[in-house]
T-cell receptor, first 115, second 111 residues
Framework: EAQVTQNPRYLITVTGKKLTVTCSQN?????MSWYRQDPGLGLRQIYY???????DKGDVPEGYKVSRKEKRNFPLILESPSPNQTSLYFCASSLSTGGNTGELFFGEGSRLTVL | SQQGEEDPQALSIQEGENATMNCSYKTSINNLQWYRQNSGRGLVHLILIRSNEREKHSGRLRVTLDTSKKSSSLLITASRAADTASYFCASDMDSNYQLIWGAGTKLIIKP
């Protein structure tokens, strides 16, 4: 089954404790992206990757890191989480051609709370 | 990237009625996409309409695109309780690998 898998789905952590949210897709997609969704602010892009070893900042990259060492995986790293990073996070992937994102496939989301 | 605009923000209708949501964007696009999100879940792609298309159908969904007005609409016919969700448009601009997302329309179908 074609899917994007995120882990963990739910996490409560404390300020400053490094954490990683994993994302894996089994569709051989070149393009992967991380979003955060907050009430009243909609979907905001954090980072995206057009292919292995190619990443770029989205709209709200501060406080986050990503890596793309393999095509299928695109982890989101919070080196020193702060309460303003409490949010619902989504990973998404697509085939992407010619500079266009194309149809995105989303994971089920990771709800992160930073105390 | 700037957020696109959708209206209405919320829509509540009776089961069986049609629901129409509108989306506007600011720059030229390659395509425009519509997604559905059930409460707290991942977004699901519904339909993609290319800039050279004016109308597209998928089951009970009808999407129109007016590039001169930079707007699109999503029509859901014969609504069902299961259509209760938030609906988002996303405009795919040329050559920058980023989507401009609308703020979403929250649709409630009353039984």
């Amino acid at each position: 089954e074609a899917q994007v898998t995120q882990n963990p789905r739910y996490l409560i952590t404390v300020t400053g404790k490094k954490l990683t949210v994993t994302c894996s897709q089994n569709m051989n997609h070149e393009y992967m992206s991380w979003y955060r969704q907050d009430p009243g602010l909609g979907l905001r892009q954090i980072y995206y990757s057009m292919n292995v070893e190619v990443t770029d900042k989205g709209d709200v990259p501060e406080g986050y890191k990503v890596s793309r060492k393999e095509k299928r995986n695109f982890p989101l790293i919070l080196e020193s989480p702060s309460p303003n990073q409490t949010s619902l996070y989504f990973c998404a992937s697509s085939l992407s051609t010619g500079g266009n994102t194309g149809e995105l496939f989303f994971g089920e989301g990771s709800r992160l709370t930073v105390l | 990237s700037q957020q696109g605009e959708e209206d209405p923000q919320a829509l509540s209708i009776q089961e069986g009625e049609n629901a129409t949501m509108n989306c506007s964007y600011k720059t030229s696009i390659n395509n425009l996409q519509w997604y559905r999100q059930n409460s707290g879940r991942g977004l699901v792609h519904l339909i993609l309409i290319r800039s050279n298309e004016r109308e597209k159908h998928s089951g009970r969904l009808r999407v129109t695109l007016d590039t001169s007005k930079k707007s699109s609409s999503l029509l859901i016919t014969a609504s069902r309780a299961a259509d209760t969700a938030s609906y988002f448009c996303a405009s795919d601009m040329d050559s920058n690998y980023q989507l401009i997302w609308g703020a979403g329309t929250k649709l409630i179908i009353k039984p």
